[in-house]
T-cell receptor
């Protein structure tokens, strides 16, 4: 059981570039979510999914897209990166019993 | 949005002192869960506790204890006889009863334990 995995661990982008942050879980959880963590701000919810084919916006969705074609994968897409998106990104999956499992995080820098 | 407030931005104590981290939450839900996470300098999120809104019993786990009071919407965390390894950022969080729509986090308390 790998739990929640995220790739890459580190990424540097130039303004305007696009990229996808990958998230996968092998626990067959229906609920998955993406957060960003900025200094002094805690973690803020970007998007979440309650199952394959179903996604919804969180607190800070602008500039990000998600899709959920399978139960296991929940990628986060930045269509045109901006310096304001420099952050640490965490993916999480949630069991039916409300246990939250977090990935190790992706540290993204946008120049 | 239903907020989680951690009013203490940073706390510094000397090793072996007891320290309490405060957490106050807003809720309109009857059923919800409360959480505490530890984030050490290495950056990962370490799960500490999950508490259901129907369970107001205090909990003790080694040097850690939690005091949940629905009447004041608080879920405070106490470390007894603190150690340098307890130095980290601590986050309080909540979700709705179903858990499907993610967590709302407080901004965190940076705890510094000085030797």
């Amino acid at each position: 059981n790998a739990g929640v995995t995220q790739t890459p661990k580190f990424q540097v982008l130039k303004t305007g570039q696009s990229m996808t942050l990958q998230c996968a879980q092998d626990m067959n959880h229906e609920y998955m979510s993406w957060y960003r963590q900025d200094p002094g701000m805690g973690l803020r919810l970007i998007h979440y999914s309650v199952g394959a084919g179903i996604t919804d916006q969180g607190e800070v969705p602008n500039g990000y897209n998600v899709s959920r074609s399978t139960t296991e994968d929940f990628p986060l897409r930045l269509l045109s990166a901006a310096p304001s998106q420099t952050s640490v990104y965490f993916c999480a999956s949630t069991s039916r019993g409300n246990e939250q499992f977090f990935g190790p995080g992706t540290r993204l820098t946008v120049l | 949005a239903q907020k989680v407030t951690q009013a203490q931005t940073e706390i510094s104590v000397v090793e072996k002192e007891d320290v309490t981290l405060d957490c106050v939450y807003e809720t309109r839900d009857t059923t919800y869960y409360l959480f505490w996470y530890k984030q050490p300098p290495s950056g990962e999120l370490v799960f500490l506790i999950r508490r259901n809104s129907f369970d107001e019993q205090n909990e003790i786990s080694g040097r850690y204890s939690w005091n949940f009071q629905k009447s004041t919407s608080s879920f405070n965390f106490t470390i007894t006889a603190s150690q340098v390894v307890d130095s980290a950022v601590y986050f309080c969080a909540r979700n709705s009863g179903g858990g499907a729509d993610g967590l709302t986090f407080g901004k965190g308390t940076h705890l510094i334990i000085q030797p």
